[in-house]
């Protein structure tokens, strides 16, 4: 039968080391934790804003229907990374190309807290435009057919599916329905707003004046017009539009239209 360890005055286990009790692992205090968890935060989005997916508003009708006033949209960044670049059909939210936007329109959230939030991607920035890519580098525009359909590289582009429209044809708010522009430069894209009656866009700041008529005249038929100040740089492209969050009754996935496949 098995026996207790006993030192010299028979008391039992007197023999082994006595084991140092261990003292309790101090937690960190509830505000540090709250701000540790707080910074990390901030540093998560910023790395999302950065990298991966930012929040924009639409501040006007120029994309409607698909996109009306005040919608919240997502945009992300990595379809552009590397050799990858915007295509056509593609709605993307750019930096302003020069003048597009009034000083009020570029000045974006005004609050405190909505630019605080604003800088680390927590709330929707201003400053941008959205618009949808219609002619990328190398493609020729013209406006239009006897349809009133876009010609890209002379093949039709049927919009009725995703524009709003009142006029004969599918071309810009101001200028003529005879117009041409391209060959769009290479690291540059041409873009138009959906609602063509309402999108000061790339067709808009086409210079077409060499009648004498003025800028964007109506009378300015048949012209082949200067894009100095219509193409958009894709280095100034935030990125594609993917999913519209807000409000929740509209949130919504966005898929280019079909109508794009048809162009070579």
Not at 17 to 36: D, G, N, V
Not at 94 to 101: C, I, K, N, R, V
């Amino acid at each position: 039968m098995p026996h207790e360890a006993s030192s010299a005055d028979g008391q039992p286990g007197a023999g082994r080391p006595r084991r140092t009790p261990k003292k309790a692992k101090r937690s960190m205090p509830l505000w540090q934790e709250s701000l540790l968890l707080m910074g990390l935060a901030v540093v998560l989005a910023l790395v999302v804003k950065t990298f991966l997916v930012q929040a924009f508003y639409i501040p006007s009708g120029s994309m409607e229907p698909g996109l009306e006033i005040n919608d919240r949209i997502l945009v992300q960044k990595v379809s552009y990374w590397g050799d990858g670049g915007p295509e056509r059909g593609d709605v993307v939210v750019f930096e302003d190309p020069g003048s597009w936007l009034s000083p009020r329109e570029s000045a974006g959230p005004t609050g405190p807290v909505a630019s605080t939030l604003s800088k680390i991607g927590l709330y929707p920035t201003g400053g941008h435009l959205v618009k949808r890519v219609i002619g990328v580098a190398g493609d020729t525009i013209t406006c239009c057919d006897e349809q009133g359909r876009l010609l890209v590289n002379g093949e039709p582009l049927d919009s009725s599916s995703f524009i709003r429209n009142d006029r004969d044809c599918d071309g810009p708010m101001i200028a003529s329905c005879d117009w041409s522009a391209g060959p769009v430069p290479e690291g540059s894209v041409f873009v138009m707003g959906d609602h063509r009656d309402d999108s000061a866009d790339s067709s808009f700041h086409l210079r077409c004046d060499t009648t004498g008529r003025g800028k964007n005249a109506p009378d300015a038929a048949e012209e082949t017009c200067d894009g100095t100040e219509a193409w958009v740089g894709t280095d100034l492209v935030v990125g594609k539009v993917f999913a519209r969050v807000w409000p929740a009754s509209r949130f919504s996935l966005l898929d280019t239209p079909g109508a794009f496949d048809t162009l070579d």
